[in-house]
C-alpha cells in the first residue's frame, strides 16, 4: 500500500557506457524480460537499446491473450512455463500486471475445425494443461452473450476450452520488468537505435547506435517485427516475413463477457479487459509489410464477424483502431538460441502473433542461456537450424488465430 | 420547473408546431420535433447528465457536439448514446447510466473522495499480495468498470448499407471554408462531393446570432451558402455524414446514418475546422461549465435558454464574441475575464458599452457549488501563468461559458501523411506539409476571421481544380494572388491549466485524470506523451482525446521543461468519431453455395454439413444403408461441388509436371491420374485427379473446398512466367454424379451407346460421349472402392441426370449417399481427405504416398524439401489402424505412449461390412509396421488398436478395376 503514495522514477536515465557485457536490441517484453533475469543471475552489465519508447514495438500494440494450450508437445511444455510465471509475476515485480485469468475458449465452426480441437485438448491433458471440449450449451452458459444457435451461416459447433488462459495489461508487464531490470542497476536507454553491429572473426564484438558505438561480446536481438532488418546487420537471412496486424477497441461497457472468446473460421477473437472495452482482432493482413496504417476493409470484415458470434454488438461502437506489425516463420514458432557459426549473436525473434505470453519464460532462459552458455532444453526445440534441415515445428498446424 | 425555452427564431432548427413525449428514468419529457433529448432534458431542469468514471461527480452538457464523454446515456436499450446530438423521437426510453440509484444521488459519488487513495495508476500498485485474492479484488474492479450496461438479451436489427462513391474531389467540411472550395472548384468544373456531420450547411455560422463581418447575422450568411451549393449541379452534398478515417489509397471511411460510405476521391480537401476545449481549472467539470460554441448551439439551434447569468472566459477574440452572443441571446453576461492583457477586439468596446465588465490579465481560478456551478472565483495571472496573491475575485453565475482552447480537428491531415507542426502563435499543430493530392483549408490550417477563412477555402478548391487539370491561366494567377494575402495576425495566450492547491482539475474527463495525476506519472517516468497516455489512459476513453489532447500536451511539455513542439502529438488513429460495429458491418452477407441437384437432396430429407462455401448431403437414410448399397449394389453421390478447372495451351503438360508432385507429360490422352499438390515447404495443399482430354488439354478436379487455393496457386506460378496455357474455372459451369457400386456398368449401360467393357473403358480411363442424351465426361475412377465412373457435364442437366440414373437404377435398388458414407467408404481403402488427414506440416513421404513423388523428373515445387526429407528420414508416419475392442476413437484423439502423446487419430468410423472400428492416425516411424501395437487415448481411456498399412477392404483393388 505505501507504494501508492511514493513517486519513485520506474527507470532511471542512466549514461551510454562504451561497454557492457550484453546489449540487448528491442525494448519489447522479451528484451526488458531477458535483461531483467539476466541481473537475476547476476549479470547486470547490460544495455537495452530500443529505438522508441520503451513498449513502443508489439509489447505495446498487442492484444495481451495468455493461454498454453498449444498443439505440439513441445509448445505447451514451453507456454505452460511462461503461464506461471504470469502467475507470479506481480508478486516477483511488485507490480501488478492485471493478469486476468478469466479462461480462454477457442470455438470451432467446422467439423474439421473441431477435430483439431480434439487434437489440442487431448495433447493438453496429457502434458497437464486444463484444457477439454465442450459443446454449446456449456459454452452459452460460460458466455451467455455469445449465438450458440443454428442461424449463423457457420454455427458453433464447439470449442476448446482453457481455463487458466486470460488476458493481462500489456504495458504493465513491460514496465514492470523494466523497473525490476532498473533496480539492478541494467542501463535501459529508451531512442537508442541499433544500426550496425561489428563482428570479427566469427564472433560479435560491438553494435553502433545513433548515440555511439558500445563494445559488447554478447548481442541479443528481440526487435520482433523488426528482426530481420536487425539480423541482415551481421548479415544473416532469417526465414522470417514480417506482417501488419490489426486490432481494435469499443467503447468501454460494464463487463458481461470474461471469457477470451477466439473464432479461428471466422478470423476474429473477443475480449473484454477489466476496464471494460472489448479489444477486438483478426488475423494477420494477407500481404507483407511495416508499415503501422490502419485499413477500413479490416474493420468492415472483423465487426461482420464480431457480429455474428455477439449479435448483441451491433450499436456498439469502435473507438480506436492500430496495427503492430509480427515477425512470421514459416512454421508459426518463434526462433530461440544462438547462431551456429556467429558467436554471442543470440536471437530471440520469430515471435509472429502469439509472443507476447512468451516473455516470461523466453527472459528466462536466453538469460541462463547467456550465463551458463548452454541452451536449455525447452529452448531446443526453436533452434534456427530446423529451418536448415527440414524439422519444422507443429504449431502452424493449429490453424488457429495463433495468439 | 418552468420551462426554459427561448422565443421562436429563424435561426433555431426546432418545429414548437411538433411537439414530442418520451420518458427519461420513467419521468415523462415534453420535447419539440428538431430537439435533441438532451436539449429537451436540460429544458426540464436535468443537470447531471452523467456520472464520471472513476470518482461519480456529476456531470453535465459541456460540449454539444457529441465529442465529450458528458452527456452519455442508455436510449431504448442503447448504452453510450450521446444524447447532445441523438434527436428526440416520440416515446424513447432514456435513462442515466453508470450510477446508483439514480444520475442525481448517486450512491457512488463517494468516491470522489478517495481520490488520495485512487491515485493514478492505484491497481498498478495494489492488490498484489496475497496473490490469491487478486482474483477477488478482479471481480470488484470489474463491476466497477464499464459506462453503459449492454443488454445481451436484445439483438438489435440492421439496416445499413455499404456504399461506394467515386468523386474528383471531395471536401470534408462544410462550413464556410469547405463551401468556398467547393464553389470555386464547381466553377472550374470540377464535381464535388461535399461531406458535412451536421443537417445542414455552414459550420458554425449557423449558431452565430450577429454578423462576423458584414451585415449579415452569422445563420443568414449559413442559408444563403447553403442555397448557393444547392444551386450548383456540380456538387453533391452529403449531409449528416462523418468522415472518420482516411486510409490508404486516397479512401475516406464516411457514415452516414446507418450506412457506411467509402469515398475514394482523387483530391481531398480537409475543411474540418476546429473545436473547442476546456480549461483545466478547480472543478472545472461542474454541470453549468460550458464550452462556449456548445451553449450557442444549445442556445440558438434548439432555443434553450442555458441559465440565468453567465461568466465568460476567454483567452481570444473570439471569447469576447461569445459574450455577445450571450447578449443577443439575452443572457445576462455578469463578467467576461480574459486572460490576454488587452483585448483585442472591437467586441471588447461593445461590451463595456453594454455594461459588461471585461476583467483583462485575468481568469477562472475555481467554480464552486456541489453539484452545479454557483459561483466561480477569477484571479489574475502573472506573465509565468500563475495566479498572482491577493487578486482572487468571487462571481456569482449559474453559467461559466469557456473560450479557452482551440483545437484544430486535423486528425484526418495526419491520416492522409501530412506532416502537423507546432505554431506557438496558435497555441497548437497546424499542417506544414501535406501530399500533392491532399488540401486543407480554413481554420484547420490557421486561419483567423471569416474573411481569411473563405478566402483560404477558396484557394484550397482552386488549387485541387488546377491540380486536376482544371482552369486556366486565369485561375492560376488568381491562385497566386490569394496565396500571397497573409492572414491577419491571431491574438491568442495559450494558456491549457490554472494551478490550485486542490486536485480537481480535470484533464481528461472520460477517465477522471486530473493535472496531478500527470504529474505524478510524469515524475515516476512516464514523461513521454506515448508513455505519459498509456499509464494515465488519457485520451482513451470514448472522447478519444478530444477535450484533453490539446492540454495533455501543454501540461506534459510544461512539466518535462520541454515545449509542445518536443512533446509532440499522440497518434490520431481512426475512427475520428465512434462508429457502431453495425455499421461497419454492414448488411454482411456470407455466401452459400449450393449444387444444381440441391433442392432434389432437400426432398430426399438429406441432413446438411458445411464444406468451404457448400452444403453437401451428410447422410439421406442410414451410413450402414448407403454403405451397403454401394458395396453390393449401385448408389450415386452428387459430387458437382469439386473444383474443376480446364486447363489448355501448349505447356499445360508441363507445367502441370512442376506443379505436381508425380507426372503427367507422359499421360495419354483419354486416360486419368491422380493428382497431389505441394507448398514449396513439401507440404500437401489438396489433391484430385487430371484427365487428359487432347494433347494440350487437361481437365483438373480439385478438393470440394479448395477450388480457389488451387486456382490462385496455379496463377501464381503463372503470372510472369512467360508458358502457354489459360486455366479456367469451370466449376459453377458442370455438374458432376459418381455413379459407384459392382452394378454401375448395367445401370450406365441403359443411357449410353458407349462400349463401357472393361476393355473399352478400363479403370483410370476418360471419355466423352453422351449419356441419357446428354454430353458428358466420364472419369473410370473409384475414391471410394468400387467400379465407378464419374460423370461431368453441364450444370444445367444436373436433376436431369440425377432423376434419370436413379430412374434407369430403380430395379438394382439404387440409393443416394451422403459425404458421411463417403469417408466410410474411402477410409476402408485408406484414401486420404487432405486438410481432414493431412495438416501444415504433412508431407506425402511421410503420408504414406511415396509413389506420388517422382524425384526422378525435372524440378517441381517441394522437391527440394522432400530431398531433405529423404535424406534426415521419416519423423512420423500416417497409417490406417483398426480398433480391438468396439469403440470408435473421437478424429483428434491422441495417440500415446508411456502416458505421452506421440501422434493423432485423424479419421475414424465405424465400417459396417468389416464390422470393426477403423481409422488414419500419425504415429512415430517405429510405430508404423503392420501389426504394430497402437494405443489410442479416446473418451480418457486408452484403447488398444492395431497398425494397418493395406487397404482394409479389397487390399488388390480388383473391385475397382472390375
Ligand atoms: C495487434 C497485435 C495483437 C497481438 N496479440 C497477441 C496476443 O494476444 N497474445 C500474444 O501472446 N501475442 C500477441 N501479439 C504478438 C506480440 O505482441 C509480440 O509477439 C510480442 O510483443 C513481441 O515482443 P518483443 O519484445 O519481442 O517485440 P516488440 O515489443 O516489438 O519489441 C521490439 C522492439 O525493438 C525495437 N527495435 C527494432 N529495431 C531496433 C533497432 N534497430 N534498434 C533498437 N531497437 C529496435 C522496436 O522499437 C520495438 O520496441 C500481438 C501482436 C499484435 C501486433
Ligand atoms: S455534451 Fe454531448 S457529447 Fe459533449
Redesign the pocket.
Known amino acids: 500500500m505505501w507504494q501508492l503514495f511514493k513517486r519513485e522514477r520506474m527507470w532511471t536515465a542512466r549514461p551510454l557506457k562504451d561497454r557492457y557485457e550484453v546489449v540487448i536490441?528491442?525494448?519489447?517484453?522479451?528484451?526488458l524480460a531477458t535483461a531483467y533475469y539476466l541481473g537475476k543471475l547476476g549479470v547486470r552489465d547490460v544495455a537495452v537499446?530500443?529505438?522508441?519508447y520503451i513498449?513502443?514495438?508489439?509489447?505495446?500494440?498487442?492484444?495481451?491473450?495468455?493461454r498454453s494450450n498449444y498443439r505440439t508437445p513441445e509448445g505447451v511444455v514451453f507456454y505452460d512455463e511462461s503461464v506461471r510465471l504470469y502467475e507470479e509475476l506481480a508478486a516477483e515485480l511488485g507490480y501488478n500486471v492485471l493478469f486476468s485469468q478469466q479462461g480462454h475458449l477457442t470455438l470451432a465452426h467446422t467439423d474439421s475445425a473441431v477435430n483439431g480441437l480434439r487434437v489440442r485438448a487431448e495433447v493438453n491433458q496429457l502434458m497437464g494443461v486444463e484444457s477439454r471440449l465442450i459443446w454449446p450449451p456449456e459454452i452459452k452458459r460460460l458466455v451467455p452473450a455469445i449465438d450458440v444457435s443454428s442461424r449463423p451461416r457457420y454455427p458453433i459447433l464447439a470449442a476448446l476450452y482453457h481455463a487458466p488462459g486470460g488476458i493481462i495489461r500489456h504495458d504493465a508487464v513491460v514496465w514492470g520488468y523494466a523497473r525490476g531490470a532498473d533496480r539492478m542497476g541494467i542501463s535501459i536507454h529508451p531512442f537508442?537505435?541499433?544500426?550496425g553491429i561489428g563482428t570479427s572473426n566469427g564472433q560479435v564484438t560491438s553494435v553502433q547506435t545513433t548515440r555511439g558505438t558500445i563494445r559488447a561480446g554478447t548481442v541479443v536481438n528481440?526487435?520482433?517485427?523488426?528482426c530481420s532488418?536487425?539480423a541482415k546487420l551481421v548479415g544473416l537471412k532469417l526465414p522470417i516475413v514480417t506482417h501488419p496486424?490489426?486490432?481494435f477497441v469499443t467503447e468501454p461497457l460494464s463487463p458481461f463477457l470474461d471469457k477470451v472468446i477466439v473464432s479461428a473460421n471466422l478470423h476474429v477473437y473477443v475480449s473484454q479487459t477489466d476496464r471494460g472495452e472489448l479489444v477486438i482482432?483478426s488475423e494477420i493482413d494477407p500481404y507483407s509489410s511495416y508499415s503501422y496504417k490502419s485499413t477500413l476493409p479490416f474493420l468492415e470484415a472483423t465487426a461482420a464477424h464480431t457480429l455474428e458470434l455477439f449479435p448483441c454488438l451491433r450499436q456498439v461502437r469502435v473507438l480506436r483502431q492500430w496495427t503492430?506489425?509480427?515477425d512470421m516463420t514459416p512454421d508459426y514458432s518463434p526462433i530461440m538460441g544462438e547462431v551456429p557459426g556467429l558467436k554471442g549473436f543470440i536471437l530471440?525473434v520469430g515471435?509472429?502473433?502469439?509472443?507476447?505470453?512468451?516473455?516470461p519464460v523466453s527472459g528466462k532462459r536466453i538469460a541462463e542461456l547467456i550465463v551458463t552458455g548452454n541452451t536449455p532444453d525447452v529452448l531446443k526445440p526453436f533452434s534456427i537450424t530446423r529451418f536448415w534441415e527440414g524439422r519444422l515445428a507443429g504449431e502452424k498446424a493449429a490453424a488457429a488465430v495463433s495468439? | 420547473m418552468k420551462d426554459s425555452r427561448l422565443p421562436p427564431h429563424p435561426a433555431q432548427r426546432v418545429n414548437r408546431g411538433k411537439p414530442i413525449t418520451f420518458t427519461f428514468e420513467g419521468r415523462a419529457i415534453h420535447a419539440y420535433d428538431g430537439e435533441t433529448v438532451a436539449a429537451a432534458l436540460y429544458a426540464a431542469g436535468v443537470r447531471t447528465f452523467s456520472r464520471s468514471f472513476k470518482y461519480h461527480r456529476p456531470r453535465g452538457l459541456l460540449c454539444v457536439a457529441g465529442r465529450c464523454p458528458n452527456c452519455l446515456m442508455e436510449v431504448d436499450g442503447t448504452p453510450n448514446v450521446r444524447t447532445c446530438i441523438e434527436p428526440a423521437r416520440q416515446e424513447m426510453r432514456v435513462r442515466g447510466q453508470h450510477a446508483w440509484p439514480s444520475l442525481e444521488r448517486d450512491l457512488f459519488a463517494c468516491f470522489d473522495k478517495l481520490d488520495r487513495v485512487l491515485p493514478v495508476g492505484f491497481y498498478y500498485k495494489t492488490f498484489i499480495h496475497p496473490t490469491w485474492l487478486w482474483p477477488t479484488y478482479e471481480r470488484v474492479l470489474r463491476r466497477l468498470a464499464g459506462l453503459g450496461r449492454l443488454d445481451i438479451a436484445r439483438e438489435p436489427e440492421g439496416h445499413g448499407e455499404h456504399v461506394h462513391l467515386h468523386a474528383d474531389l471531395a471536401i470534408v467540411g462544410g462550413g464556410p471554408a469547405g463551401i468556398a472550395a467547393a464553389l470555386e472548384a464547381a466553377r472550374l468544373g470540377v464535381e464535388v462531393l461535399l461531406i458535412d456531420d451536421g443537417p445542414t450547411l455552414g459550420g458554425h455560422l449557423q449558431w452565430q446570432l450577429l454578423p462576423s463581418e458584414g451585415e449579415q447575422p452569422g445563420y443568414a450568411l449559413a442559408l444563403n451558402l447553403a442555397d448557393l451549393v444547392r444551386g450548383e449541379p456540380r456538387i453533391r452534398h452529403l449531409a449528416g455524414a462523418t468522415a472518420f478515417g482516411l486510409y490508404e489509397g486516397r479512401l475516406l471511411g464516411v457514415m452516414q446514418g446507418e450506412h457506411l460510405i467509402k469515398v475514394r476521391a482523387q483530391r481531398i480537401v480537409v475543411a474540418t475546422g476546429g473545436f473547442e476545449t476546456p480549461l483545466v481549472f478547480q472543478n472545472n467539470d461542474r454541470p453549468g461549465v460550458f464550452l462556449g460554441d456548445g451553449l450557442q448551439r444549445l442556445m440558438t439551434l434548439y432555443g434553450i435558454s442555458p441559465g440565468r447569468r453567465a461568466l465568460v472566459i476567454a483567452n481570444a477574440d473570439r471569447g469576447l464574441r461569445l459574450a455577445r452572443e450571450l447578449l443577443a441571446a439575452g443572457i445576462e453576461v455578469a463578467a467576461v475575464a480574459d486572460v490576454r492583457s488587452e483585448p483585442h477586439s472591437a467586441d471588447g468596446q461593445h461590451l463595456r458599452e453594454a455594461g459588461v465588465p471585461v476583467l483583462s490579465g485575468h481568469t477562472v481560478l475555481e467554480v464552486r457549488g456541489r453539484k452545479r456551478v454557483e459561483a466561480a472565483a477569477l484571479v489574475s495571472l502573472d506573465s509565468a501563468e500563475r495566479p498572482s496573491p491577493g487578486s482572487e475575485k468571487t462571481v456569482e453565475c449559474d453559467l461559466l461559458a469557456l473560450a479557452t482552447g482551440w483545437e484544430p480537428a486535423s486528425a484526418l491531415l495526419a491520416q492522409g501523411g501530412a506532416r502537423l507542426d507546432y505554431r506557438a502563435d496558435l497555441g497548437g499543430f497546424f499542417p506544414a506539409e501535406l501530399p500533392s493530392w491532399l488540401f486543407a483549408a480554413g481554420e484547420v490550417r490557421g486561419a483567423q476571421g471569416l474573411g481569411a477563412i473563405q478566402k483560404d477555402g477558396r484557394l484550397a478548391g482552386l488549387k485541387a481544380a488546377l491540380s486536376l487539370g482544371a482552369g486556366d491561366a486565369r485561375d492560376r494567377a488568381l491562385a497566386e494572388a490569394l496565396q500571397e494575402d497573409a492572414n491577419p495576425p491571431p491574438s491568442i495566450r495559450p494558456i491549457v491549466s490554472v494551478p490550485h492547491p486542490k486536485p480537481k482539475r480535470f484533464v481528461c474527463l472520460c477517465e477522471d485524470v486530473t493535472e496531478k495525476d500527470l504529474a505524478d506519472a510524469i515524475q515516476e517516468g512516464f514523461d513521454h506523451i506515448e508513455t505519459l497516455k498509456r499509464y494515465t489512459t488519457l485520451t482513451m476513453g470514448p472522447c478519444q482525446g478530444k477535450m484533453c489532447h490539446r492540454a495533455s500536451i501543454g501540461i506534459c511539455a510544461a512539466l518535462t521543461g520541454r515545449d509542445p513542439s518536443q512533446t509532440g502529438t499522440t497518434t490520431a488513429r481512426p475512427p475520428l468519431k465512434p462508429v457502431p460495429l453495425g455499421v461497419l458491418a454492414g448488411p454482411h452477407h456470407e455466401p452459400v453455395k449450393l449444387t444444381p441437384i440441391h433442392h432434389l437432396h432437400a426432398s430426399l430429407g438429406a441432413t446438411w454439413m458445411d464444406m468451404g462455401l457448400w452444403k453437401r448431403p451428410l447422410v439421406y437414410t442410414s451410413v450402414e444403408e448407403e454403405c451397403r448399397v454401394v458395396h453390393q449394389g449401385v448408389g450415386l453421390i452428387d459430387v458437382s461441388t469439386l473444383g474443376k478447372l480446364d486447363v489448355k495451351g501448349r505447356d499445360a503438360a508441363q507445367f502441370l509436371d512442376w506443379i505436381h508432385s508425380n507426372r503427367f507429360s507422359d499421360l495419354k490422352a483419354g486416360r486419368v491420374r491422380y493428382r497431389v499438390m505441394l507448398d514449396d515447404a513439401g507440404i500437401i495443399l489438396d489433391d484430385g485427379t487430371v484427365a487428359r482430354l487432347g494433347e494440350d488439354h487437361f481437365f483438373l478436379t480439385t478438393g470440394s473446398g479448395s477450388l480457389e487455393l488451387v486456382e490462385q496457386w496455379l496463377e501464381w506460378w503463372l503470372a510472369g512466367s512467360d508458358r502457354c496455357l489459360h486455366v479456367t474455372d469451370v466449376t459453377g459451369a458442370l455438374a458432376a454424379i459418381n455413379l459407384a457400386g459392382p452394378k454401375s456398368r448395367e445401370v450406365l449401360a441403359r443411357l449410353t451407346d458407349l462400349d463401357l467393357s472393361p476393355e473399352a473403358l478400363p479403370y483410370l480411363a476418360a471419355v466423352q460421349g453422351t449419356v441419357a442424351g446428354i454430353p458428358v465426361l466420364i472419369l473410370r475412377i473409384g475414391f471410394v472402392g468400387e467400379l465407378g465412373y464419374e460423370m461431368h457435364f453441364a450444370a444445367e442437366y444436373g436433376d436431369y441426370l440425377w432423376e434419370t440414373l436413379r430412374e434407369a437404377g430403380r430395379e438394382f435398388d439404387i440409393l443416394p449417399f451422403g459425404v458421411e458414407a463417403q469417408r466410410v467408404l474411402r477410409l476402408e481403402k485408406l484414401h486420404i481427405i487432405p486438410g481432414h488427414d493431412t495438416d501444415a506440416l504433412s508431407n506425402p513421404l511421410e503420408a504414406d504416398m511415396a509413389w506420388v513423388v517422382k524425384m526422378d523428373k525435372p524440378d517441381f515445387i517441394g522437391r527440394a524439401t522432400l530431398a531433405r526429407v529423404k535424406a534426415r528420414g521419416l519423423r512420423q508416419r500416417l497409417v490406417g489402424f483398426e480398433m480391438l475392442t468396439p469403440v470408435v476413437p473421437g478424429e483428434g484423439d491422441a495417440v500415446v505412449a508411456d502416458g505421452l502423446p506421440v501422434g493423432r487419430v485423424t479419421s475414424a468410423k465405424w465400417s459396417p461390412v468389416l464390422g470393426r472400428a477403423i481409422g488414419m492416425a500419425w504415429v512415430p516411424p517405429d510405430l508404423a509396421v503392420d501389426g504394430g501395437h497402437l494405443q489410442v487415448k479416446c473418451d480418457g481411456q486408452v484403447c488398444r488398436g492395431r497398425v494397418v498399412t493395406k487397404p482394409f477392404y479389397d487390399p488388390e483393388g480388383k473391385r475397382l478395376r472390375s
Do not use: M, P
Open positions: 536490441i528491442g525494448g519489447g517484453v522479451h528484451g537499446c530500443e529505438k522508441g513498449g513502443s514495438g508489439a509489447s505495446g500494440r498487442n492484444t495481451a491473450i495468455i537508442t537505435e541499433v544500426i528481440a526487435t520482433a517485427g523488426f532488418t536487425v496486424l490489426q486490432a482482432g503492430g506489425i509480427c530471440d515471435w509472429g502473433t502469439y509472443g507476447f505470453k512468451a516473455g495468439h
